[in-house]
Every structure is written in structure tokens, then in C-alpha cells.
């Protein structure tokens, strides 16, 4: 390759009419191929880095800077920006969408204008088609619609942005040695870091880009300017990789991996991206995770291949520095997850093509290079095809994997298509089955996610949710205590036992649970939202106040939570002024069968019977799986003598909570006073089982007593 000349900037800077014309219609074209992925909704872990409810104030927006934690990872300027974004379009995921593929294409005309400067300062032929060829290829490759068509991958599309533009400032500065384009360059780099650390590999690529270009390094001229970028990126990955492993969670028997082990998968990690790149077939959202065997002899193969490679390039350097500076900026790039370092999802797979995002620039150049110089000097027309014809094919395949991404439902069943040992996808694809109201569908997801792996207590957990909307409580408390022994420290699933138990009754034993919750996440709005509910239900009406006061500190935006602070306000008041109270509350929320159900209990209680009921039949107009408003409705019915009409209402208290013995008691009461004495027998003696089954002595006692005395009446 050429020897390069010192270049007059204002002549690098010139950009001919065509130059802009080509970036015009590449951030077309980008924006066209992705239209579909525009269409699609949230998935997977998008709404944990959309921003939350308690960050969206002005109070979040520091705490994304300054509270480690307060985020998923901390990338503050990548959160600020959803930050943003929420203030603009809220929880609208097309907005999202759009920006992401913004972004990218702006990513393609950076390379766009990067690659044509490079080109033209190493007096390389057809270094215009090739840098058009080149960007519009980055554009449109079908292996970058993970990062564009996931809402998450701002991260790369954001970085991408700052990792280019500090790319060009500073090749500025290696032209003209101004201080100016090095700090603009150090400014932008460091947003980057901010943003997501895979930027930290950019002093290493820029020092290979400068390798080509000249043949050598100097330590005064190349290497000094960089140190403080290598050593802030040094600094940014550490740091990252301390949030992986003890925040995050990228440690445990799936991560502990031998160096041995380590170095064979980074030499199949990097021959796997390349084939991805040079054959986009099969492109997955989870690809199956490799059993990296060190005995097994085919494992070494990619490895020995891979330094056999860059020996070979590095022996041809001195014809072509160009395809063993490809391979270096690629390597270089995909350094962080080559299997070095533990990054959380090495849970699920040990590559993704989201990862490759910024690395496939040094062989997409380079191949783009090797096309345009390969065409013959005659074949010049032919030559300037070349950036439509192959863009446009890759824009199809492009326009063809967005649609995976359409909603979750469809981006994990394509993904148990491909990879049918992929457990995160099997549960995820059930909890998109329970929000759509499939909950059989859903279980049998979750019991497939415990087939192919066990120890997994995000399935069972998820089994305990779908089990309570069944309506089997004993059978979901079982999975919970599933996934508690598989990991006691899980302050989700401790509140959702807790939340069950406040469910049957047992409201000691859920606060228990709650509190348990809290200890291990103090801060977390909702645990303290779910604490208020059982105090609540438990009649601890003061205390209940306090913890939803501590949700609102940290989301203010919750109007639930303001509406159950008046319900138990109103709770605490005598009985004429809490009347009052809840008939205010009504007013306002005329929907809200709680404050209904309450007032119907007050009305019971002080003898008015007749408004009590029309309270109680409105809360059951407005919720008809009340279950307490069915009992107490029944239970003032039969008080009236109004057996026929109190029947249905215990009926349908013992189908929403059958193992409540109480209920089903009442509706045996019930059934006897109508002179229905088969049925009467058969509940009392299902509930009488059911008493000695939880071991309700006391209960047993009574239920049996009453059998005896019912089957001693005379028949009529």
C-alpha cells in the first residue's frame, strides 16, 4: 500500500455534491429497511431501561447519574437520553424506534465521510464507491437489526454515534495537530463511555487505523496523545465489569470458565461473528449456548485457524497491511465479549449479533475495498453499480429479520424455532401468553423453561403468578417456596408469596414476607406499595399510610396509591365521618369498588342493612370477582331470610376461593336452610377435609358437630 502524504485539511474537508447526495440516501434507505422494526412494540428487557416511573423526575434524572444502581447498568448519559425520550413521548414505543434507526443512519454517513478520508489520505483507488459501498453496507447488513430494532440497543446506536464522530475528530487531529480536534475527540469519546464501554476499544483501532496508514508507529506521534483514552477506557471496562459481576449478576456455576476455556471460545467466538457477516443466514435473537470442551479436539481447530490466520496476514503485511489491520480492528473491537471477561448474557448464549455491531466495520471496509479494487478499469460503470446492488439485497434481508421483532410473542416463537433449548425464550414466551389472558398456554411454556433447566427461579416464580390467576393458591405458594429455595434473596418473589398470603387470609405471614421483601431492597417503590395493601388488609390502616408514602418518595405518579392513603384514612375514622369519607371517595372514583365494599361493611355494621346490600352489589357490579363482597352480600341475604338469593352469591365466593372452608361452610348453611340437604352434606363434607388437611382442629370440631346435628334433623 502507498506511503501516505500530509494532506491539506481544507482539501480533506471538501466533500463534493455527490458525497451528500450518497448520505441522503443512504439514511433513506436505512430508515425505509427498518420501517417494519418501527412498528413493533416493547420486548424482552426494554422496560428495564425505558425510563421507570421514579426516575422521571428531575430528582431521577440525578440519581441516574449519581446513585450506582438506580439503573440496570450504569451508562448515565445512555439513560439520560431515554430520559429524554420519556419526557417526549412517555411509554409510545415508535418514538423509541424511530431514533434508534436515526441514529444508525447517521452511524452509516459518519462511516461514510470517515472511509472516504481515510481512502483518499492513502491514495487508495475507488476510494469514493468504496466508502459509499461500504457505509450503505453497515446501513442495511441484516446482523445490525438487533441493535436497531431493540429499543435496549440505544446503547449501541448512541455509542455508535460518539464512538465515530470522536473516530473523525480525532484523524483530524492526527492531520493537523490542533489541540482543538483532540479535545472535541476526548470529549466525545468519554460520552461514549458513558454510554456503553464497548467504546473503550477505540485508542486501540484508532492506533491500527494509523498503523495502515503509515506502516508504523511512534510512541511521541501515535501513541502519546492516546494514553489518556487508554487509560479512561481502562478504567470505564473495570468499572463496567465490576457492575456485571456483583450488580448485574454475570457470576455462578454458568460463568466460572477456565482459561483455558476462555481462549478456545474466543477463537470460535470470533469465526462465528465472521460467518454471520459473510453469511447472514439464520440470524437468531438467542443462539444456542456452546459447551466449551477443552478434550475435545474439533473445539481447537478455531482457535489454531485464527492464529494461523493472523500469522499469515502479519507475514504478508509488508504486500497488504490492510487485511491484517481488518482482522486486528475486528478482534480488537470484540475484545470485551470474546469470553474474557463475564457479561450477563453469557447466561443465555456466549455470542449475539448486537455485540458485533461496531467490530464488523473493519472487515465490512475491508471486503467493500477488496470488491471495488478487484473490478476492472474498464468495467467503471459496472464499479459504480456496485453500491446499489449489493446494498439493496442486504436492504431485503434487512426488511425481512425486522419483522422478528414485531412484538414479543413473535420474536421468541421464531427464537424456540431456531434455538428449541433456549430456556429464557420458552419463559418469556409464556409470560407474553399470560399478559395476552392464555395462562394454560403460559404454564406450559414455564414447565417447559424447568425442563431444559431446573434450577431456574424466574419459571417457577412466573408458575406461582399464573397458579394465583387460577385461582390455586396452595399450588402457587408451592412454587414460590420453589423459587425461594433456589434463591432466598429474591425480594420479587418473597412479595409475591406475600401478596398470596394477604390473598387467603394469612395477613401476618405476609407482612412477614414483605418486610423480608424490604430488607433486601429498601428503596424499591412497588415492595412498599405491596406492604401498604396487606397492612391494609390487615387492618393496620397507620402503618399501611407510611409504606405507600414511602412509594410515592420515590414514584409520585402514582394515583392507586394516593387513592388507598384516603381508603385507609377513611378506614380510621369512627364510623358516622368514615361513612361520610367514603361516600367523597365515591364521588371522585365512582368506579372504585373498594371504597363500595368498605362503606357496605360500615353500613352492616350499623344497621343498615338495605344500603349495605345496594353497596355491595354495586362493588360486585364493578368487580365481579369480589369474593368477600360475595360472601358478605350472601352472608347479609341469608341474616334477611333471603336464602334463594344469598345461594348464587356463596356459590360463586367458593369458585373464586375454594379452599376457603369458611365460605364453603356458609354455603352449606345455606343449602340446608332451602331444604337442599345432599348438597348441604356434600359441602360441609368437603369442607370438613379440607379443615383436617391445614389442620384447623378447632374447625374440625365445629364442622363435625354440625353434620351430626343435620343429619339427626327429621326429613320433611
Given at each position: 500500500?502507498?506511503q501516505?502524504?500530509?494532506?491539506?485539511?481544507?482539501?480533506?474537508?471538501?466533500?463534493?455534491?455527490?458525497v451528500?447526495v450518497?448520505?441522503?440516501?443512504?439514511?433513506?434507505?436505512?430508515?425505509?429497511?427498518?420501517?417494519?422494526a418501527?412498528?413493533g412494540?416493547?420486548?424482552?428487557?426494554?422496560?428495564?431501561h425505558v425510563?421507570a416511573?421514579?426516575?422521571?423526575?428531575?430528582g431521577?434524572?440525578?440519581r441516574?447519574w449519581?446513585?450506582?444502581?438506580a439503573t440496570q447498568?450504569?451508562?448515565?448519559l445512555?439513560?439520560?437520553?431515554f430520559?429524554?425520550?420519556?419526557k417526549?413521548?412517555?411509554?409510545?414505543?415508535?418514538?423509541?424506534?424511530?431514533?434508534?434507526?436515526?441514529?444508525h443512519?447517521?452511524s452509516?454517513?459518519?462511516?461514510?465521510?470517515?472511509?472516504?478520508?481515510l481512502?483518499?489520505?492513502?491514495q487508495?483507488?475507488?476510494?469514493?464507491?468504496?466508502?459509499?459501498?461500504?457505509?450503505?453496507?453497515?446501513?442495511?447488513?441484516?446482523?445490525?437489526?438487533?441493535?436497531?430494532?431493540?429499543?435496549?440497543?440505544?446503547?449501541?446506536?448512541?455509542?455508535?454515534v460518539f464512538?465515530?464522530?470522536?473516530?473523525a475528530?480525532y484523524?483530524?487531529f492526527?492531520e493537523?495537530?490542533?489541540?482543538?480536534?483532540?479535545a472535541?475527540?476526548?470529549?466525545?469519546f468519554?460520552?461514549?463511555?458513558?454510554?456503553k464501554?464497548v467504546?473503550?476499544?477505540?485508542?486501540?483501532?484508532?492506533l491500527?487505523?494509523?498503523?495502515w496508514?503509515?506502516?508504523?508507529?511512534?510512541?511521541?506521534?501515535?501513541v502519546?496523545?492516546?494514553?489518556?483514552?487508554?487509560?479512561l477506557?481502562?478504567a470505564?471496562?473495570?468499572?463496567t465489569?465490576?457492575?456485571?459481576?456483583?450488580?448485574?449478576?454475570?457470576?455462578?456455576?454458568?460463568f466460572?470458565l477456565?482459561a483455558?476455556?476462555?481462549?478456545?471460545?474466543?477463537?470460535?467466538?470470533?469465526?462465528?461473528?465472521?460467518?454471520?457477516?459473510?453469511w447472514?443466514a439464520?440470524?437468531?435473537?438467542?443462539?444456542?449456548?456452546?459447551?466449551?470442551?477443552p478434550?475435545?479436539?474439533?473445539q481447537w481447530?478455531?482457535?489454531v485457524?485464527?492464529?494461523?490466520?493472523?500469522?499469515a496476514?502479519?507475514l504478508?503485511?509488508?504486500?497488504s497491511?490492510?487485511?491484517?489491520?481488518?482482522?486486528?480492528f475486528?478482534?480488537?473491537?470484540?475484545?470485551?465479549?470474546?469470553?474474557?471477561?463475564?457479561?450477563y448474557?453469557?447466561?443465555f448464549?456466549?455470542?449475539?449479533?448486537?455485540?458485533?455491531?461496531l467490530?464488523s466495520?473493519?472487515?465490512?471496509?475491508?471486503?467493500?475495498a477488496?470488491i471495488m479494487?478487484?473490478v476492472?478499469?474498464?468495467?467503471?460503470?459496472?464499479?459504480?453499480?456496485?453500491?446499489f446492488v449489493?446494498?439493496?439485497a442486504l436492504?431485503?434481508?434487512t426488511?425481512?429479520?425486522?419483522?422478528?421483532?414485531?412484538?414479543?410473542?413473535?420474536?421468541?416463537?421464531?427464537?424456540?424455532?431456531r434455538?428449541?433449548?433456549?430456556?429464557m425464550?420458552h419463559?418469556?414466551?409464556?409470560?407474553?401468553y399470560?399478559?395476552?389472558?392464555?395462562?394454560?398456554?403460559?404454564?406450559?411454556c414455564y414447565?417447559?423453561?424447568?425442563?431444559?433447566?431446573?434450577?431456574?427461579?424466574?419459571?417457577w416464580?412466573?408458575?406461582?403468578?399464573?397458579?394465583?390467576?387460577?385461582g390455586?393458591?396452595?399450588?402457587?405458594?408451592?412454587a414460590?417456596?420453589?423459587?425461594l429455595?433456589?434463591?432466598?434473596?429474591?425480594?420479587?418473589?418473597?412479595s409475591?408469596?406475600?401478596?398470596?398470603?394477604?390473598r387467603?387470609?394469612?395477613?401476618?405471614?405476609?407482612?412477614?414476607?414483605?418486610?423480608?421483601?424490604l430488607?433486601?431492597?429498601?428503596?424499591?417503590?412497588?415492595l412498599?406499595g405491596?406492604?401498604?395493601v396487606s397492612?391494609q388488609a390487615?387492618g393496620?390502616y397507620?402503618?399501611?399510610?407510611?409504606?405507600?408514602h414511602?412509594?410515592?418518595?420515590?414514584?409520585?405518579?402514582?394515583p392507586?396509591?394516593?387513592?388507598?392513603?384516603?381508603?385507609?384514612e377513611?378506614?380510621m375514622?369512627?364510623?358516622?365521618q368514615?361513612?361520610?369519607?367514603?361516600?367523597e371517595?365515591?364521588?371522585?372514583n365512582?368506579?372504585?369498588?373498594?371504597?363500595?365494599?368498605?362503606?357496605?361493611?360500615?353500613?352492616?355494621?350499623?344497621?343498615?342493612?338495605?344500603?349495605?346490600?345496594?353497596?355491595?352489589?354495586?362493588?360486585?357490579?364493578?368487580?365481579?370477582d369480589?369474593?368477600?363482597a360475595?360472601?358478605?352480600l350472601a352472608?347479609?341475604?341469608?341474616?334477611?331470610?333471603?336464602?334463594?338469593?344469598?345461594?348464587?352469591?356463596f356459590?360463586?365466593?367458593?369458585?373464586?376461593r375454594?379452599?376457603f372452608?369458611?365460605?364453603?361452610?356458609?354455603?352449606?348453611?345455606?343449602?340446608?336452610?332451602?331444604?337442599?340437604a345432599?348438597r348441604?352434606?356434600?359441602?360441609?363434607q368437603?369442607a370438613l377435609?379440607?379443615a383436617?388437611a391445614?389442620?384447623?382442629?378447632?374447625?374440625?370440631?365445629?364442622?363435625?358437630?354440625?353434620?351430626?346435628?343435620?343429619s339427626?334433623?327429621p326429613?320433611?
Open positions: 500500500m502507498p501516505s502524504r500530509q494532506p491539506d485539511e481544507s482539501a480533506c474537508d471538501a466533500a463534493p455534491r455527490w451528500w450518497a448520505a441522503g440516501l443512504i439514511a433513506v434507505a436505512t430508515l425505509a429497511a427498518y420501517l417494519p418501527m412498528q412494540g416493547f420486548i424482552w428487557d426494554d422496560d428495564a425510563t416511573p421514579e426516575l422521571r423526575s428531575t431521577g434524572l440525578l441516574i449519581f446513585d450506582i444502581g447498568q450504569y451508562y448515565p445512555l439513560h439520560s437520553a430520559w429524554i425520550q420519556h417526549l413521548w412517555g411509554d409510545w414505543p415508535v418514538g423509541y424506534h424511530i431514533v434508534n434507526a436515526l441514529l443512519a447517521l452509516a454517513v459518519l462511516v461514510l465521510f470517515i472511509v472516504r478520508r481512502l483518499h489520505t492513502a487508495t483507488p475507488w476510494a469514493n464507491p468504496t466508502a459509499a459501498l461500504a457505509a450503505a453496507v453497515f446501513a442495511l447488513h441484516p446482523v445490525h437489526v438487533e441493535s436497531v430494532a431493540w429499543i435496549t440497543e440505544l446503547k449501541n446506536t448512541l455509542s455508535g464512538y465515530l464522530s470522536a473516530m475528530l484523524l483530524r492526527d493537523s495537530r490542533r489541540a482543538k480536534w483532540h472535541f475527540a476526548l470529549m466525545l468519554v460520552c461514549g463511555l458513558l454510554t464501554t467504546t473503550a476499544t477505540l485508542p486501540a483501532a484508532l491500527v487505523i494509523l498503523w496508514l503509515r506502516g508504523r508507529l511512534t510512541l511521541r506521534r501515535d502519546a496523545p492516546l494514553l489518556i483514552w487508554f487509560a477506557g481502562a470505564a471496562g473495570l468499572f465489569a465490576w457492575v456485571e459481576h456483583d450488580l448485574i449478576g454475570a457470576k455462578g456455576e454458568e466460572e477456565s483455558m476455556q476462555r481462549g478456545l471460545l474466543a477463537g470460535r467466538v470470533v469465526w462465528f461473528y465472521l460467518g454471520k457477516l459473510f447472514p439464520n440470524l437468531v435473537f438467542i443462539y444456542p449456548r456452546w459447551d466449551v470442551n478434550s475435545a479436539p474439533s481447530l478455531f482457535s485457524a485464527l492464529i494461523v490466520l493472523v500469522a496476514l502479519f504478508l503485511r509488508r504486500r497491511r490492510a487485511p491484517l489491520a481488518a482482522l486486528l475486528f478482534i480488537g473491537t470484540l475484545f470485551p465479549v470474546l469470553g474474557f471477561f463475564n457479561v448474557p453469557f447466561l448464549s456466549f455470542v449475539a449479533d448486537h455485540f458485533q455491531y467490530a466495520l473493519g472487515i465490512i471496509v475491508f471486503i467493500c477488496a479494487r478487484s476492472p478499469a474498464r468495467a467503471s460503470r459496472f464499479a459504480f453499480a456496485l453500491p449489493i446494498p439493496l436492504a431485503m434481508l426488511f425481512r429479520q425486522c419483522g422478528l421483532y414485531a412484538d414479543g410473542q413473535t420474536l421468541y416463537r421464531t427464537t424456540i424455532d434455538n428449541p433449548a433456549c430456556w425464550a419463559n418469556n414466551l409464556g409470560v407474553e399470560k399478559n395476552a389472558g392464555r395462562i394454560d398456554d403460559a404454564l406450559a414447565r417447559r423453561a424447568l425442563a431444559l433447566r431446573p434450577n431456574y427461579p424466574e419459571a416464580n412466573n408458575i406461582g403468578l399464573a397458579l394465583t390467576e387460577l390455586d393458591p396452595r399450588g402457587a405458594a408451592d414460590y417456596q420453589q423459587a429455595k433456589l434463591r432466598p434473596a429474591n425480594p420479587g418473589v418473597l409475591n408469596l406475600g401478596t398470596l398470603l394477604t387467603v387470609g394469612r395477613h401476618a405471614d405476609a407482612i412477614a414476607r414483605h418486610e423480608a421483601a430488607r433486601l431492597d429498601p428503596n424499591d417503590p412497588q412498599h405491596n406492604l401498604g397492612l390487615a393496620r397507620a402503618d399501611a399510610v407510611s409504606h405507600y414511602r412509594s410515592l418518595e420515590s414514584n409520585p405518579d402514582q392507586g396509591v394516593r387513592l388507598q392513603i384516603s381508603l385507609c377513611a378506614a375514622k369512627p364510623p358516622p368514615a361513612i361520610a369519607a367514603y361516600a371517595i365515591i364521588r371522585a365512582p368506579d372504585n369498588s373498594q371504597a363500595y365494599f368498605a362503606r357496605a361493611v360500615l353500613l352492616a355494621q350499623t344497621g343498615r342493612r338495605d344500603d349495605a346490600i345496594s353497596d355491595y352489589r354495586r362493588a360486585l357490579e364493578i368487580n365481579p369480589h369474593f368477600e360475595h360472601n358478605n352472608t347479609l341475604l341469608a341474616l334477611a331470610g333471603r336464602h334463594t338469593e344469598a345461594i348464587p352469591h356459590e360463586q365466593a367458593v369458585r373464586l375454594p379452599d372452608v369458611e365460605i364453603r361452610m356458609n354455603l352449606a348453611v345455606a343449602y340446608a336452610a332451602v331444604r337442599q345432599d348441604a352434606r356434600e359441602a360441609a368437603i377435609d379440607q383436617r391445614n389442620g384447623r382442629i378447632e374447625l374440625v370440631k365445629k364442622i363435625e358437630d354440625w353434620i351430626r346435628a343435620n339427626a334433623a326429613k320433611p
